[in-house]
């Protein structure tokens, strides 16, 4: 597991790859910030879409299917429609059949972190839902995705 | 109001404006395709960003708000995550204190019309939210958004 | 199709099945009301729940599936969390492949329609997702939710 | 803090108040189980009704607003539509301006919990959005939903 602090101290390079994603009007709930659930969708978003793009996941009919075992979030400045989020991810650990992926969302053009969040993936047959090896051509991508202090 | 079919013969060239919305893992619902409800997401968004951009329309301390009194969808073709989608947008008619929009849902790289709807908004005093007239400054950015046929 | 008027006039009696519906707080956006998107959300639960306790609709892995066509609404009083919302539904028309329903929203004990709709659904196979006959056990259950003016 | 587990082995004993929540169509994802972000407004939507129940808390024009600071979840079991979640709920720890919910999720009629998480939430003025001390009339109630092993 990395040793990095997941905390409000968390800059842009402790992460390896960015997705920005722009935020939509129903993300916002009647506090007018982000709903704490949406972070969520975001640590899911760019996960998947760094495995679309290193590592041909298809989430629709390919033999590896990812299942969140744990996922947790800290909350340290509010975020809010319209402004875009800035999604940073590293992984912090290759396991048999799991993968721990670390989050850290920035507000554009902010340097300071706005959350911070984990999520524990376990890779799963398609068809039987069990736990596999994390394949190798997944393995070589997510090493390229990993940060040392 | 337009005389557009509103319909699947729909193309691109009769839409004003266009915003470019990257789909999320949870748009798509258990038959693999995006769910109904998150189309007038979509809708919501191109409007609000187009006001956002050309009005400066502010929703979260503005004098203006934008309140829904009808909207409608026809689906024509399926989309689906992970693939964006394009909104196409146009202003059908403007009223005194209601504006109806028409939009266009194409996938990425395709033609034909995946979906089309409409949106009549009404413009209400952020604090009474009671109608007022759409203010000038509104009204001719709304003008450049109309389309002739 | 039916000749009730779909507008603000519609009373619960005009309704043949009501499921009531709790809200969650993030139903409500920002302006403190339920987003217009999730009325949608309403209307879908409620069809599926009907089909689900009167014909056996089994969306998980039945040989029926249903899509949406064409939907609508029409947003007559502010509806918001926490306050439950009552969904009546009604059968319009039974057609070959596909069924129309009209749905009217009523916050908890309140005659008064908050929001009517319409929903225009083709029954397909799961498989091929081709249109489908509605099947017989269907159309029995379907036109016990119809009403006559 | 408490001392429970947080894990696979709570019970519905392990928990103070429950809350049913029917679950949505959208609620399950592509791989036809709720997504991982919904629970966490499952989460949310338990804590809010405790506190209207209980406390009185007026989410929309109360002097007080809760702001999540953190919060986490572990899968132990998959959860789907249609099936309603009982959502158990117990205080783990009430402090000066911040309180602690840990929370069990289980499938209707199922002893074994499909999820277990928690939620620190910090108390906040609803004007100026600093934090304040938990005012005595929620701390007592509060107090009634504590467990002891």
């Given at each position: 597991m990395s040793d990095f602090p997941l905390d409000g101290t968390e800059t842009r390079e402790n992460f390896?790859?960015?997705?920005?994603?722009?935020?939509?009007w129903i993300d916002n709930d009647?506090?007018?910030?982000?709903?704490?659930?949406?972070?969520?969708?975001?640590f899911e978003n760019v996960i998947?879409?760094?495995?679309?793009?290193?590592?041909?996941l298809d989430t629709h009919s390919g033999p590896i299917r990812c299942f969140t075992a744990e996922n947790?979030?800290?909350?340290?400045?509010?975020?809010?429609?319209?402004?875009?989020?800035?999604v940073g991810l590293r992984v912090a650990k290759i396991g048999n059949s799991s993968v721990r992926y670390e989050m850290g969302l920035f507000a554009e053009d902010t340097d300071s972190?706005?959350?911070t969040g984990f999520v524990l993936d376990v890779y799963v047959d398609a068809q039987t839902e069990r736990p596999v090896r994390v394949p190798d051509n997944f393995r070589s991508a997510l090493q390229r995705c990993m940060k040392s202090d």
């Open positions: 390896a790859w960015f997705l920005q994603m722009p935020t939509r009647s506090y007018g910030h982000l709903n704490n659930a949406k972070y969520y969708t975001f998947m879409t760094y495995l679309e793009h290193h590592c041909q947790g979030c800290r909350y340290h400045q509010a975020l809010k429609y319209p402004q875009p989020v800035d972190v706005a959350a």
